[in-house]
């Protein structure tokens, strides 16, 4: 409940400084009423919504496959759906050989989960399920709809703090020190919404990791398969498809641009070198103390998922 509870503050605040930002805009403009400003948002969040997924599906050259195509992939998928009491999602492969996997989609009718050619070659079956599993988690709680439409918010606050400053919001081009104050507030509440959608992104991640586990999947399944993602991601590092997904890497079941740096944070918990975190390994982690460098906890702050190490720790807390 505590992470349900963190996403809806979190959207809560979100929309209630934009609500704040946009009435007050409207007072200090003159033109129309603050609710025109605010329609306009929310068209604007509307576009945002609408041609999201078709920009996704683009950038990550997803293919739809068949039943005939793909039985396996497509059992596990419809397994899945139906332990997280949801409609089976369209299923699809990626083109980009950088191992991974991601799901999309407007509504939860509307999912889609798709894995990358580099991942089916690199995982075993249970891994894949509980990877799966993490993907139909995030349809299951429709975070990809909260994230696409939050993220529109830091656009909305740059674009606010961009024409201010230029002086030519509204009708009274404003070019004195007002427009310049409020641009400079905009911007800064620009980065503050920026680290708060980072935040609020971070926090699904660890939803979807309890709820694969909870629809059936072992946590030391979908930490070992986070393991061998991260050391595939590692060595893909300035490939073409690494650059490709560099923009949509939010979407991905870890941060593809820190696998390098995780690698080596967590190739300790492989104890018995063996290339995967086995439920022994996972265990010894539940008794330890994870602690982090000022430094970690700083660059934590501008990253799409979390530390790796706390997130195999937040794991390791759901083993029976």
């Given at each position: 409940m505590w992470l349900q509870t963190r996403m809806f503050l979190l959207v809560a605040v979100l929309f209630g400084i934009l609500y704040g930002v946009l009435v007050g805009l409207g007072e200090w403009s003159g033109v129309g009423t603050p609710s025109i400003y605010i329609v306009l948002a929310f068209v604007f969040l509307g576009i945002q919504y609408l041609v999201g997924p078709k920009i996704v599906g683009w950038t990550m050259k997803v293919r739809w496959v068949s039943e005939a195509e793909a039985p396996e992939l497509h059992r596990m998928v419809g397994d899945l759906a139906k332990e997280a009491g949801i409609p089976k999602p369209k299923v699809g492969v990626s083109g980009l050989k950088i191992p991974n996997a991601f799901a999309y989609g407007r509504t939860i009718r509307d999912g889609?989960?798709?894995?990358?050619?580099?991942?089916?070659?690199?995982?075993?079956?249970?891994?894949?399920?509980?990877?799966?599993?993490?993907?139909?988690?995030?349809?299951?709680?429709r975070d990809m709809a909260i994230i696409t439409l939050i993220s529109a918010i830091p656009l909305i606050m740059y674009w606010i703090a961009w024409t201010t400053m230029l002086g030519g919001?509204?009708?009274?081009?404003?070019?004195?020190?007002?427009?310049?104050l409020i641009g400079l507030g905009a911007f800064v509440l620009y980065f503050v919404t920026n680290l708060l959608v980072l935040y609020g992104s971070r926090i699904r991640e660890y939803y979807a990791d309890l709820g694969s586990v909870k629809i059936g999947n072992e946590p030391h399944h979908l930490a070992s398969a986070l393991y061998k993602l991260v050391y595939g991601n590692a060595q893909q590092k300035g490939s073409p498809d690494a650059r490709r997904a560099e923009g949509v890497r939010a979407f991905f079941l870890n941060d593809t641009s820190r696998a390098w740096n995780e690698l080596r944070d967590i190739a300790q918990l492989d104890r018995n070198r063996n290339g995967s975190i086995g439920a022994n390994e996972l265990m010894a982690l539940r008794q330890k103390t994870v602690h982090l460098s000022g430094s970690e906890k700083f660059k934590e702050l501008f990253t799409t998922h979390p530390n790796m190490l706390k997130r195999m720790k937040h794991l390791s807390s759901l083993m029976a």
């Open positions: 889609r989960v798709c894995v990358t050619e580099g991942i089916l070659r690199l995982l075993n079956k249970d891994e894949l399920r509980a990877v799966i599993g993490h993907e139909i988690s995030h349809i299951r709680h919001m509204g009708g009274r081009r404003q070019s004195g020190s007002y427009g310049v």
